[in-house]
């Protein structure tokens, strides 16, 4: 298995493309999932699980999706992050299928798209996300190789067998990595690929303040040989893992300044709408603050 263990990663990014990934915390994924952040104590946590979860109304799960629709990257990558990636898959041909789980607005699909001829499916739980993609795969002049679709990543509606690569950044989380890894496996060729990005821990030992809020925003949260560990007992053989680059996270977080200043000034008095943007400066805090602790990092696996 090819390991590149290092915190800086060897990848540079921008804040073009959406990582269909993005935890960031625990704040959205870009995914039908489960989380939208508690430790701000609001009202989002586990959203995502589906359109009917009553612990989120619509009108919180449309300023959610507003929020992240104004921003190119729904969570840290890059198309650089995405196409080191792709590098270590050595499966496709113009006849294979890809499916894009938590495909948010599609930032690293449409790089897939343009560095592979295969048929690409992108699955959100959110339409606004959908629109989008479909728009950037217009603009793309992808046609209908290159298609988001709204599905639910636990209720996929895939045949069994039918995919070549599984793809996933930042998004896995939602449904938690070994589930994922288990369950998505019936969709996927033998000798077919699943690639995806998680939140993982770099350290053994950690701060109290940085570890109680992963221990409180996604249990799962664990080591890279641990979630190696885990990529071997769901019946894949590893392939190779890496971390993405500290700037991944900056360019996603930048750009949200003035996203956050917009948002609020379109809704000065909602109280969601606040709590969305203080939940993602507390993120950004945490992450600049415990950079050396945790962050993301790709793992490919090969299914057996």
């Given at each position: 298995m090819?390991?590149e263990?290092s915190?800086?990663?060897?990848?540079?990014?921008?804040?073009?493309?959406?990582?269909t990934?993005?935890?960031?915390?625990?704040?959205?994924?870009?995914?039908?999932?489960n989380?939208?952040g508690?430790?701000?104590?609001n009202?989002?946590?586990?959203?995502?699980?589906?359109?009917?979860?009553?612990s989120v109304n619509?009108?919180?799960?449309?300023?959610?999706?507003?929020y992240?629709?104004?921003?190119e990257r729904?969570?840290?990558?890059?198309?650089?992050?995405?196409?080191?990636?792709?590098?270590?898959?050595?499966?496709?041909?113009?006849?294979?299928?890809?499916a894009?789980?938590?495909?948010g607005?599609g930032?690293?699909?449409m790089?897939?798209?343009?560095n592979?001829?295969?048929?690409i499916?992108?699955?959100?739980?959110?339409e606004k996300?959908?629109?989008?993609f479909n728009?950037?795969?217009?603009?793309?002049?992808f046609?209908?190789?290159?298609?988001?679709?709204?599905?639910?990543?636990?209720?996929l509606s895939f045949?069994d067998?039918?995919l070549?690569l599984?793809?996933?950044?930042?998004?896995?989380?939602?449904?938690?990595f070994?589930?994922?890894?288990?369950?998505?496996?019936?969709?996927?060729k033998?000798?077919?690929y699943?690639?995806?990005?998680?939140?993982?821990?770099f350290?053994?030992e950690r701060?109290?303040?940085?570890?109680?809020?992963w221990?409180?925003?996604?249990?799962?949260?664990?080591?890279?040989s641990?979630?190696?560990?885990?990529?071997e007992r769901?019946?894949?053989?590893?392939?190779?893992?890496?971390?993405?680059?500290e700037?991944?996270?900056?360019?996603?977080?930048?750009?949200q300044?003035?996203?956050?200043?917009?948002?609020l000034?379109?809704?000065?008095?909602?109280?969601?709408?606040?709590?969305?943007?203080?939940?993602?400066?507390?993120?950004?805090?945490?992450y600049?603050?415990?950079k050396?602790y945790?962050?993301?990092?790709?793992?490919?696996?090969?299914?057996?």
């Amino acid at each position: 298995m090819n390991n590149e263990n290092s915190p800086s990663g060897n990848s540079t990014g921008n804040s073009t493309g959406n990582s269909t990934g993005n935890l960031t915390g625990n704040t959205l994924g870009n995914s039908s999932g489960n989380s939208t952040g508690n430790s701000t104590g609001n009202t989002t946590g586990n959203s995502r699980r589906d359109s009917t979860n009553k612990s989120v109304n619509d009108l919180e799960i449309s300023l959610i999706s507003e929020y992240f629709s104004t921003v190119e990257r729904q969570g840290p990558g890059s198309p650089e992050v995405t196409l080191k990636a792709l590098g270590f898959i050595n499966n496709l041909t113009p006849n294979s299928h890809i499916a894009d789980i938590g495909c948010g607005t599609g930032g690293q699909t449409m790089v897939l798209g343009a560095n592979t001829q295969c048929r690409i499916t992108g699955v959100d739980m959110f339409e606004k996300f959908i629109t989008i993609f479909n728009q950037n795969s217009a603009k793309h002049k992808f046609g209908e190789r290159v298609k988001g679709v709204r599905g639910d990543m636990e209720k996929l509606s895939f045949a069994d067998q039918e995919l070549d690569l599984i793809w996933s950044e930042g998004a896995i989380y939602n449904i938690g990595f070994e589930k994922g890894l288990r369950e998505w496996s019936r969709f996927l060729k033998s000798g077919g690929y699943i690639s995806v990005s998680e939140a993982t821990w770099f350290t053994t030992e950690r701060p109290a303040e940085i570890n109680n809020f992963w221990i409180d925003a996604y249990p799962q949260i664990d080591t890279i040989s641990n979630k190696v560990a885990i990529m071997e007992r769901a019946g894949y053989i590893p392939v190779a893992t890496f971390i993405i680059p500290e700037n991944c996270w900056t360019d996603f977080y930048t750009p949200q300044v003035k996203a956050q200043e917009l948002f609020l000034k379109k809704y000065p008095r909602n109280k969601m709408a606040r709590t969305i943007v203080d939940f993602q400066r507390y993120e950004a805090a945490l992450y600049n603050k415990y950079k050396d602790y945790f962050g993301y990092v790709f793992y490919i696996g090969k299914k057996i």
